[in-house]
Structures are given as C-alpha cells and as structure tokens.
C-alpha cells in the first residue's frame, strides 16, 4: 500500500511563505505523476501544480509564479515552494501521485492566510 505524508501546512499573513512536504512510502521513481491538488471551503478540489516523470512541470495560472513544485529522489518526497501568498491561496493541500492507473492521495495540511 502506498502512503503519501503531507506536512508543512499551517497560518501565515499574506505575503508570506510556507513549503509543503509530501512523503511517499515508496520511490519517487515509481509515480508517473506527481501533483498537488487544493480544496477551499465551498470549493471543488483543483489542481495547483503537477510534476511529470521526466521532470516537466505544470502549474495553475492563479499560482505561476510564486509556486514552485519539486521533489527530492533520495528522501521520496514532494514539495511545494509557496511564496507571496494571498488569503485565496487558503485551503486543504493534497498530495497526489499516480502509479500507471492507480492514484493516491494524501491526508491534506491546512494553509490559512489571513493577518
């Protein structure tokens, strides 16, 4: 069974910055995909940025520019640089990765930006 971890959530003031974490309980190596998705309040679930096998990325235009997505192979783990934060980038952040036709899902870490 695959787990994904995330961490790095919490409270910040607009303008700031926070960094995401996403453990994975098997090699990066092994996911096609990997992404992170969020949910507002009253929202549907979207995707924030995803980072394809070869290293290729891909962001929402809401986030171009003050997100960035990466991953570290030795430690498994997924990130997301988040800077210049605004209180619409408040929400529940998921991790996401895809094995072949298989997808997983993380718990989610709350982001609040608010002063």
């Known amino acids: 069974q695959v787990q994904l971890v995330e961490s790095g959530g919490g409270l910040v003031q607009p303008g700031g910055s926070l960094r995401l974490s996403c453990a994975a309980s098997?090699?990066?190596?092994?996911?096609?995909?990997m992404a992170w998705y969020r949910q507002a309040p009253g929202k549907e679930r979207e995707l924030v940025a995803n980072l394809i096998g070869g290293g290729n990325t891909n962001y929402a235009d809401s986030v171009k520019g003050r997100f960035t997505i990466s991953r570290d192979n030795a430690k498994s783990t997924l990130y997301l640089q988040m800077n210049s934060l605004r209180p619409e980038d408040t929400a529940v952040y998921y991790c996401?990765?895809?094995?072949?036709?298989?997808?997983?899902w993380g718990q989610g870490t709350q982001v609040t930006v608010s002063s």
């Open positions: 098997k090699s990066i190596f092994s996911f096609n995909v």
């Open positions: 996401n990765g895809r094995i072949v036709s298989t997808t997983y």
